[in-house]
């Protein structure tokens, strides 16, 4: 009998140090979700994966690079104690309506999701003060109904120069709860991975890729969030701003459109799902679902950070694998003389147990300061699917 697949992608990730001042929190997020079959029914599990600033995220006060993979119960709680909030993480609702109602409901579920929290801390850089958690949580299926609008929100961005202090924030997921006709049961959500902050150059079209995959093989659609999907920032979009329907988002940084050195903006794409034959509603396509991903984009003048030179693989480089076979694979890093590599990082979409090991100097032709790690990891059947991993890399300068 054949052995299973599993696909990987890979988007190359760095980081770097912003000074600014803080008037908030918040750092964006990535939201899916998966049905599940729970106790009583169908669940919805929500996945977030969100960026927040360093000792104000929940990994707490004295959020450290030795705080990854670490629980955040007990610094979540020590943070909401000392801001005197106990929503400062943000908000929870579902915005639904059954067939005996006249109208849509909108329903707090904030003590359902907080009682069934996970979370745990995937990055830190410290330099560039901020951390990013993983957050996972349930919440049972809502009978009779054609749609579940989750959505979560709070008070505030971090600093945005080129959209104001104090934003709030909103995001949101669409599910529909019905059973596909494909494939006998709910759509799962597409999935995303981004990077907390981008840091782009002025004066110049910068270009950004937003690796995505979709669990049941649907066609996969990427577009500028708009009206409630994207609360405050819908009406305070990046100048020109644009994304391609396969997540290659644009942004022309000229001076003549307010952009500045150290100017600071965020981005929101709204991701969904398509049946992969282009059926149409109408005259236009109707997603299964849709998810929210946002980040924080810095413009500066000069750009000295890090970057993979070969033989690594490009960004976003499809890997097929096997199941029950160890993928291995060699990444090189150049640091901008005269900083030096400080660390490797690797964040995995669906909690894949990746490895970084065999950390060391290396010589390649031409460069100088060269380090290579080699990141491992063996799925098994349970794993059997699309994956994404975002390889990230730091120096000694932040």
Not at 69 to 89: H, I, M, P, W, Y
Not at 101 to 106: A, C, D, H, R
Not at 238 to 259: A, H
Not at 272 to 277: A, F, R
Request: charged share 15%.
């Amino acid at each position: 009998m054949g052995r299973m697949q599993a696909i990987i992608m890979i988007l190359c990730c760095l980081t770097k140090e912003i000074r600014t001042s803080q008037t908030g929190q918040f750092i964006g997020a990535s939201m899916s979700f998966t049905i599940i079959n729970g106790t009583n029914g169908f669940e919805v599990q929500l996945d977030v994966i969100s960026g927040w600033v360093l000792g104000l995220g929940p990994c707490g006060i004295n959020c450290s690079r030795d705080s990854i993979n670490s629980d955040t119960k007990a610094t979540r709680e020590e943070v909401l104690q000392k801001q005197g909030n106990s929503r400062f993480f943000g908000n929870w609702s579902v915005e639904f309506k059954t067939s005996s109602m006249k109208s849509s409901q909108v329903k707090d579920i904030n003590q359902v999701v907080y009682s069934s929290l996970n979370e745990s801390v995937v990055d830190v850089s410290e330099n560039a003060r901020w951390e990013q958690v993983w957050t996972v949580v349930r919440y049972p299926m809502i009978p009779d109904t054609p749609y579940m609008d989750i959505g979560f929100e709070g008070s505030s961005w971090r600093n945005l120069s080129l959209q104001g202090d104090n934003v709030t924030w909103h995001l949101q997921m669409k599910a529909t709860p019905q059973l596909r006709s494909d494939i006998g049961k709910p759509n799962n959500s597409p999935q995303a991975i981004s990077r907390p902050l981008y840091r782009l150059l002025l004066d110049k079209d910068n270009h950004i890729r937003i690796a995505t995959i979709d669990p049941d093989g649907d066609q996969v659609i990427c577009s500028i969030s708009e009206y409630i999907e994207v609360g405050f920032l819908s009406n305070h979009l990046l100048p020109n701003i644009s994304v391609t329907k396969d997540c290659i988002i644009t942004i022309p940084s000229n001076r003549t459109l307010g952009y500045h050195n150290g100017s600071i903006g965020a981005v929101a794409i709204t991701v969904s799902d398509y049946n992969v034959s282009g059926v149409t509603y109408g005259q236009r396509l109707t997603p299964f679902s849709a998810i929210g991903v946002q980040f924080l984009v810095q413009f500066l003048d000069n750009i000295s950070e890090p970057f993979f030179i070969f033989p690594t693989p490009e960004g976003n480089h499809r890997f097929n694998i096997y199941s029950g076979t160890t993928w291995k694979i060699d990444v090189y890093a150049k640091p901008i003389s005269p900083a030096l590599i400080d660390h490797f990082t690797c964040l995995g979409r669906q909690h894949e147990d990746v490895k970084i090991i065999n950390v060391k100097s290396t010589s390649v032709p031409n460069h100088l300061n060269v380090k290579m790690a080699t990141m491992t990891w063996t799925p098994f059947h349970t794993d059997v699917g699309k994956h994404i991993l975002c390889v990230g890399v730091e120096d000694s300068y932040g």
